[in-house]
């Protein structure tokens, strides 16, 4: 059993409020290996809260406690600006759901995409064109060099997130948050965008942290699934087991989810306390 890329131990996450303290985390446990492990809840159940915490991202007045937040063997929660910086886009990377908030529209997609290699590494400007054009290559984005010398405005929703997948796997980070990297797409793009991340995590020997909302679609992607509900982690299991569930919320989630055989229908609602 090879040691976890990345993990946590109590993790939480807090904002001040005139009432006090609001915990969006609470107390979650957990690790991930060089696998796809999916983190699954409704919107305000703290998912995007818990891969900005790992990235270093959440605002300042965030107060992130953890017995232990480690990546590689690297504790988070004392890591410098300075580490963070050295971090991010070589042992992590993040992608988000819509591209025409993370891409740059005054500069070229190539720029973009070599960015990483320009901050972690020494190559030349030729190398980082070749490494630039075989990774556009590799997530399958038709004619590389004509997507490298283009704005990102001359891109389709789905090239776009092609393009971001490309420029966060460029240094081969050994780690990749991909926070609902699919929302903003038709279900056909979305599926071919989870068997890229997919085939990409096992090529590359990488871990992925596939962050959604829909328990169906990571179901057939995700080597494990961590339910989280109001800020805590509900039940992990194997995405293989899903339909097996323990818990009375991870069932209704699984029941809820639409198909032909449920069209026209209501589906179920959790009746838990919500």
């Known amino acids: 059993m090879t040691e976890p890329l990345l993990s946590a131990e109590d993790l939480s996450i807090a904002f001040p409020s005139e009432a006090g303290p609001v915990r969006v985390v609470d107390g979650m446990s957990f690790s991930v290996g060089r696998e796809v492990l999916a983190l699954v809840g409704e919107s305000g159940s703290g998912k995007s809260m818990t891969g900005r915490a790992i990235m270093g991202l959440l605002p300042r007045r965030a107060e992130v406690r953890a017995k232990r937040l480690a990546f590689d063997g690297q504790e988070l929660t004392t890591l410098s600006a300075s580490g963070w910086n050295r971090l991010r886009g070589s042992g992590l990377g993040l ?3 819509d591209p025409k908030y993370s891409l740059n529209p005054a500069h070229k997609v190539g720029r973009q995409v070599e960015e990483a290699l320009l901050l972690h590494t ?3 400007a030729a190398e980082r064109r070749e490494q630039a054009l075989d990774m556009l290559e590799k997530v399958g984005l038709p ?3 004509r ?3 283009s704005y990102p405005a001359a891109l389709s929703g789905g090239m776009g997130q092609r393009v971001m997948i490309a ?3 460029i240094n081969r980070p050994k780690l990749l948050i991909a926070d609902e990297p699919t929302s903003a797409l038709d279900r056909g ?6 068997t890229l991340l997919r ?3 096992e090529e590359l020997g990488m871990g992925l942290l596939l962050i959604s909302h829909d328990l169906q679609q990571v179901s057939r992607y995700a080597n494990r699934v961590m339910v989280m509900r109001q800020g805590k982690i509900e039940e992990q299991m194997a995405s293989a087991d899903l339909a097996n569930a323990r818990s009375d919320y ?3 989630l699984w029941a809820a989810r639409p198909s032909a055989a449920t069209y026209g229908t209501r589906l179920p609602v959790y009746g838990g306390e919500a």
Do not use: E, F, W
């Not at 793009?189 to 989870?194: G, S, T």
């Open 199 to 201: 085939s990409l995590t």
């Open 250 to 252: 991870t069932r209704a």
């Open 167 to 169: 420029a966060m796997l």
């Open 189 to 194: 793009l979305r599926d071919q965008i989870l």
């Open 122 to 124: 020494k190559l030349s």
């Open 147 to 149: 997507v490298y010398s």
């Open 143 to 145: 004619d590389p060099q």
């Open 95 to 97: 992608i988000l759901q």
